[in-house]
């Protein structure tokens, strides 16, 4: 399945730029885990964009309101203090859900597992060592298992012309899954 759309588009980045290399691999981390039955779970996402627009709400309110500036500084800092307290809060998710994050799944279809998992990945600024992280959405839940790793060199996956080698890396994922529920059969 991979290795036909591989050879009809050819997924490309530029070697120097980590974030792109980065970006590259998350989404094809990404396709793995979907076609292995996992569905994403982007509840998450949803509260931020609701958080972030509710921000937005209270800015246009602030600038938008009918009457001038002497008369409205007590509206004004209402909303100020709202935009601080709601621009605290998406921070609040962001650094104790998302951390490195790249997708959040349900349990697959007709599983017996009860959650999902997390996926993350790090690639560090000057460095070329790819990590990517598999842990369960609920790690105090029984059926959730240790998180597995995998760090490589993204020189592993990449053709000198920028191009990802899809099968390799697709094994590579592929096996860090099946490892991660090896793991579970073994309990």
């Not at 530029?14 to 989404?27: M, P």
């Not at 396709?31 to 779970?41: I, L, M």
């Not at 099968?167 to 592929?174: P, S």
Request: hydrophobic fraction near 40%; charged fraction near 25%.
């Amino acid at each position: 399945m991979a290795s036909s759309s591989a050879a009809k588009n050819p997924k490309k980045t530029n070697l120097l730029d980590h974030h792109s290399i980065k970006h590259l691999l998350d989404e094809s981390v990404t396709e793995v885990v979907k076609s292995r039955g996992y569905a994403e779970d982007s509840r998450l996402s949803n509260v931020r964009l609701l958080i972030g627009s509710i921000i937005i709400a209270i800015a246009l309110l602030a600038q938008f309101y009918p009457k001038k500036f002497p008369e409205n500084r007590d509206f004004l800092i209402v909303c100020i203090g709202l935009y601080v307290v709601f621009n605290g809060l998406l921070q609040f998710i962001s650094y104790t859900k998302e951390k490195n994050a790249i997708l959040f799944t349900y349990p697959p279809a007709g599983s017996f597992n009860s959650t999902g998992l997390v996926v993350s990945s790090k690639l560090p600024r000057f460095s070329d060592m790819y990590t990517l992280t598999i842990a369960s959405a609920d790690p105090k839940s029984i059926s959730a298992n240790k998180p597995v790793v995998l760090t490589k060199s993204v020189t592993k996956w990449f053709t000198k012309d920028g191009v990802l080698v899809e099968g390799l890396f697709w094994k590579d994922v592929e096996k860090l899954i099946d490892d991660y529920n090896g793991d579970r059969k073994s309990k």
